[in-house]
């Protein structure tokens, strides 16, 4: 399909390269053309370029196109625990409120619980998720039916999946497919036992694979992993070889030194999720210092039974306001950097480096945000505009692979909200009742 997207704002999140004024041509899942004003006049003037029959043409009217957000740690079939499981500290959360529900779970109420994320996802502007959850086929055919990219990466633990399964998955979702991929991880160090880290580790080497994994999220989990072997979890999972192709942690909140020279060292990313992180009570991640360290951050949502809410603007301005608090300085972490943690950094740690930014032959994963609303105005600067004031409102539409999953308050995702929604509730009674 050919889409021309013009009398836009673009922001391409290339490095050194300002918001500019022009347009952005698709064919089929790329981006086939982008240029500015000049550019364009300079282009069209030359003979050999046809002009092209296009099969749609936006106006955008002046408003922003800009790379999506990659939301770089979630649990997409959590949605039923919304506002169900509040209040209490994460093991608690864990053991009283998650584990029992999760064991009712089937692969079909999974899969109708991860259209409901999804849809609040292309709401916010996400165009790939980073999603570790139960039964990964049903989150994965949510998302191919709905036309959501994701990576999914296994969430292994001593009580679901296996290193087989694993195994098994890694091959079969990393075959040529255009939306959904897998990396290998395990769920924390506190749910896995010894010899099944061992064999993570083992498997990790096998595939010179990344491995992803819950890490330092909060202190208890950190003095008990002392307890048990002596060592922080990354230095006793590093002392596994776990990490020596790289990976990643999500959370990261209680670091020493030692751990983030690790991080530095097997070249791991840093997902930051700081909504989940404060309603858990779990503390602010240190994301200064992984900034200093050149350790790269991304950031994520977590899922919806730890934060209630899939919003990456939400998350882009705790990254930011919360450095500043927990450094005592207000120009601790600029929020350019912010922006970029939320789109190239994320597209980097979860090795989508084809939907990094926006730029000819890169994959067509493109928002649009008004700027035509009064928490856009005036438009001093627009990467610190989204950052500090913009909202899940300011998306007009957001692209898949060349595909408008959402524009202007319409779904295009197969199946109609109203239908999605009396589907997951029926999920959530019958789960309530048992």
């Known amino acids: 399909m050919n889409i021309r997207l013009y009398n836009a704002k673009i922001l391409t999140m290339e490095k050194n390269r300002d918001v500019f004024r022009g347009e952005i041509w698709i064919k089929n899942e790329k981006i086939a053309y982008v240029a500015d004003q000049e550019e364009l006049k300079q282009d069209w003037t030359k003979a050999d370029i046809p002009r092209i029959s296009w099969d749609l043409e936006i106006d955008c009217k002046g408003d922003l196109l800009m790379p999506g957000f990659k939301d770089a740690h979630t649990h997409s079939g959590m949605t039923f625990l919304r506002s169900y499981a509040d209040d209490v500290p994460l093991q608690q959360w864990l053991n009283e409120k998650v584990f029992p529900l999760e064991e009712k779970l089937t692969g079909e109420d999974i899969y109708e619980l991860s259209k409901l994320a999804i849809m609040e996802y292309v709401t916010s502007g996400i165009t790939a998720i980073f999603d570790m959850y139960l039964k990964p086929d049903n989150t994965a055919e949510a998302c191919m039916d709905t036309g959501m ?47 099944l880290l061992c064999n993570v580790s083992t498997l990790a080497h096998k595939y010179r694979a990344p491995v992803y994994t819950h890490l330092a999220e909060n202190l208890r989990e950190v003095e008990e992993c002392k307890a048990r072997y002596g060592m922080t979890p990354a230095v006793f999972l590093d002392s596994l070889g776990i990490f020596e192709f790289g990976g990643g942690g999500f959370h990261c909140v209680h670091m020493t030194d030692q751990d983030m020279d690790i991080l530095r060292m097997r070249r791991m990313h840093v997902i930051t999720n700081p909504a989940s992180n404060l309603k858990l009570a779990s503390g602010i991640a240190p994301v200064a210092a992984f ?73 067509a994963d493109i928002i649009m945000i008004d700027l035509h609303q009064p928490n856009m105005q005036p438009i001093h600067n627009i990467p610190k505009n989204l950052v500090y004031s913009g909202s899940k409102s300011n998306v007009r539409m957001t692209m898949v692979g060349g595909k408008i999953l959402y524009k202007d308050g319409e779904y295009n995702i197969g199946e109609s909200p109203e239908r999605i929604y009396e589907k997951c509730d029926k999920i959530v009674k019958r789960l309530l009742s048992e």
């Not at 040529?176 to 897998?182: G, Q, V």
């Not at 951050?297 to 998350?315: H, K, P, Q």
């Not at 705790?318 to 601790?332: F, H, M, N, P």
Request: glycine share 4%; with cysteine; hydrophobic share 40%.
């Open 149 to 195: 990219r994701c990576v999914l990466v296994s969430g292994l633990n001593n009580f679901t999946s296996s290193i087989e399964q694993m195994e098994e998955e890694y091959l079969k979702w990393n075959k040529k497919n255009s939306l959904i991929s897998y990396q290998l991880g395990f769920h924390a160090e506190y749910t896995c036992s010894k010899e």
């Open 291 to 363: 900034e200093k360290k050149k350790i790269p951050v991304a950031i994520g949502t977590d899922g919806a039974g730890s934060n209630n809410c899939l919003d990456m603007f939400r998350e882009m301005f705790l990254v930011s306001a919360l450095s500043k608090i927990r450094e005592q300085d207000a120009a601790s972490l600029d929020a350019v950097k912010v922006l970029q943690m939320a789109t190239v950094n994320s597209a980097k740690a979860m090795r989508l480096n084809r939907c990094d930014t926006l730029v000819k032959g890169k994959v």
